[in-house]
T-cell receptor, first 113, second 114 residues
């Protein structure tokens, strides 16, 4: 079956540090890949997505590139802010069938001033 | 405003007392689903619905029921709640057209079963 593996958290950074959260996946074909963010006390919301190989999704200074050869979709940001503190979920939706999504376990990011 | 709403947001109940968590979306989405979120386990899908009167089990359906009589509503029913169903629950819906579209999540319902 499909699976998504994220790096364990929490990730703790100082403001303006560089962020990488690793995400690798297992799926047949060409799934669509997503990063969702969950701020404290809220539901998940889409951060960015990529629907085919070599696509780069970007939003709010975050970026992730769909790497088919390494089955990865790592999330990066050049300079984090305190307001980026949240839980980040990597997810995939398969390219066929009933399009049932699979989520990673989430990575908590804590940014200190 | 396009949104997914859930009610109640917080609920404390006792073992065995039937409860329903409502979910409603105003975006005319066909696909809706329920998840539970537990520390260290991430999001796990309970049930999903591809359209009205079409529902199917997710990864952790035991102890839950759902119904989809109208496109906008997708209630989650716990007939006889137990303490291991204490969790944070999210409802979500998705734009039709395939897996490349993202899901929209509700704000969550925190359930405690004593």
């Amino acid at each position: 079956g499909n699976s998504v593996t994220q790096m364990e958290g929490p990730v703790t950074l100082s403001e303006e540090a560089f962020l990488t959260i690793n995400c690798t996946y297992t799926a047949t074909g060409y799934p669509s890949l997503f990063w969702y963010v969950q701020y404290p006390g809220e539901g998940l919301q889409l951060l960015l997505k990529a629907t085919k190989a070599d696509d780069k999704g970007s939003n709010k200074g975050f970026e992730a590139t769909y790497r088919k050869e390494t089955t990865s979709f790592h999330l990066e940001k050049g300079s984090v802010q305190v307001s980026d503190s949240a839980v980040y979920f990597c997810a995939l939706t398969p390219s066929g069938g009933s399009y049932i999504p699979t989520f990673g376990r989430g990575t908590s990011l804590i940014v200190h001033p | 405003e396009a949104q997914v709403t859930q009610n109640p947001r917080y609920l404390i109940t006792v073992t065995g007392k039937k409860l329903t968590v409502t979910c409603s979306q105003n975006m005319n989405h066909e696909y809706m689903s329920w998840y539970r979120q537990d520390p260290g386990l991430g999001l796990r899908q309970i049930y999903y619905s591809m359209n009205v009167e079409v529902t199917d089990k997710g990864d952790v359906p035991e102890g839950y029921k759902v119904s989809r009589k109208e496109k906008r509503n997708f209630p989650l029913i716990l007939e006889s709640p137990s303490p291991n169903q204490t969790s944070l629950y999210f409802c979500a819906s998705r734009v039709p057209g395939g897996g490349y579209n993202e899901q929209f999540f509700g704000p969550g319902t925190r359930l405690t079963v004593l």
